[in-house]
């Protein structure tokens, strides 16, 4: 089959917003390269984070890890086999939600990439490059420490 992920690299928490909701922080956030930027909400009682933190982040087509797309037929995301193995199992924190808008970015090359995982958003803006694998469809949000 084909490679799950459409979209992967680290970043380093550059700043923490727990204001505005109870149990929903705003993390931002930059790659290691420095190329790549997010802004992410997080529910932050299941997953806390701290300014300065690394976390891998991933975006994927598929929790299959033969990159065999999801069928319909389950009744949820969620349900897998017995001792089957997906991507969540790698991560600590995965959500599941739609690519619904793009944007150029804020400098020359760059594009930005909007994604809802049932109002809790993310904002992703990078190069071109990297971020083209992504469409307008439904992803899951992979992060890990």
């Known amino acids: ?14 700043g923490i917003n727990n204001q505005k909701y109870d149990r929903v922080s705003r993390l931002t956030s930059t790659s290691s390269d420095s190329l790549t930027t997010f802004t ?19 975006l994927a087509s598929t929790l299959s890890l033969d990159g065999k797309e999801d069928s319909g037929a389950k009744t949820g ?10 991507l969540a199992n790698d991560y600590d924190y ?3 939600g739609k690519v619904y808008r793009f944007e150029e970015g804020s400098t020359s090359g760059n594009m930005a990439v909007f994604v809802s995982f049932g109002g809790l958003l993310l904002y992703l803006e990078g190069p071109y490059k990297k971020l083209a694998p992504l469409r307008i469809d439904y992803v899951y949000l992979l992060l890990k420490k």
Request: charged share 20%; glycine share 6%; with cysteine.
């Open 1 to 14: 089959m084909s490679d799950p992920l459409l979209f992967e690299d680290t970043f380093t928490i550059t």
């Open 40 to 58: 992410l909400d997080v529910n932050s009682e299941l997953y806390p984070c701290t300014a300065g933190e690394s976390l891998s982040m991933a």
């Open 77 to 86: 995301w969620r349900e897998v086999g017995m001792g089957e193995q997906t």
């Open 94 to 96: 995965v959500c599941h």
